[in-house]
């Protein structure tokens, strides 16, 4: 079975600062592996993900997460956020043994809170 | 295309009641899954729908159950609500393919008074 930890609940950043958000994850096997953001009151929308290939992934509005398989991590960077980023981040493995999304798996989540 | 939709978006009851809840999955996804949302908790799952049936469960007492209708909708019902059920039930649809993407609607936010 695999896991996922995020290190930290909260991460309290400067606007216009540059910030990480740690994800490690426990598995066997290959792994399929996502970023997804909930802001205030809606669901979880999916950030960036990597499936194969180039393991730096880009999203749209400025994030990047980098596949480590030797230390197992998909931490999340940003080099200058903004208050609009104020959100919840999780992270979250698939081994994609176990088909569709019953194999998913979450962290706990971290609140990152962008101060100005 | 349109996302996954949900309703209600907010809901009150009692202790003692039940409810139901609705998730219309994106046009083409097949699995729709449900998960609970506490602030102590965090994120759980509950369980997933493919093709009508239920593939696979959570750890939640048989209070939640849910079903999946042939056009993909699925709905989830919790009996006997207790103030811990209190919580963002969030419903995501995927396609069929081993990454288990998920597409999440905005959820029905329940308040168990």
């Known amino acids: 079975a695999q896991s996922v930890t995020q290190l930290d609940s909260q991460v309290p950043v400067f606007e216009e600062a540059p910030v990480e958000l740690r994800c490690n994850y426990s598995s066997s096997v290959s792994v399929y592996l996502f970023w997804y953001v909930q802001y205030p009151n809606q669901g979880l929308q999916l950030l960036l993900k990597y499936l194969s290939g180039s393991t730096l992934v880009e999203s749209i509005n400025g994030f990047e997460a980098e596949f480590n398989k030797s230390q197992t991590s998909f931490h999340l960077r940003k080099p200058s956020v903004h208050i609009s980023d104020t959100a919840e981040y999780f992270c979250?493995?698939?081994?994609?043994?176990?088909?569709?999304?019953?194999?998913?798996?979450f962290g706990k989540g971290t609140h990152l809170i962008i101060q100005p | 295309k349109a996302g996954v939709t949900q309703t209600p978006r907010y809901l009150i009851k009692t202790r003692g009641q039940q409810v139901t809840l609705s998730c219309s999955p994106i046009?083409?996804?097949?699995?729709v899954s449900w998960y609970q949302q506490t602030p102590g908790q965090g994120l759980q799952f509950l369980f997933e729908?493919?093709?009508?049936?239920?593939?696979n469960k959570g750890n939640f007492p048989g209070r939640f159950s849910g079903r999946q209708f042939s056009n993909s909708r699925s709905e989830m019902n919790v009996s006997t609500l207790e103030l811990g059920d209190s919580a963002l039930y969030l419903c995501a649809s995927s396609l069929e393919q081993p990454s288990g993407e998920l597409f999440f609607g905005e959820g029905s936010r329940l308040t168990v008074l």
């Open positions: 046009s083409g996804h097949r699995s």
């Open positions: 979250a493995v698939n081994t994609g043994l176990g088909g569709g999304a019953d194999g998913l798996t």
């Open positions: 729908y493919f093709s009508e049936t239920q593939r």
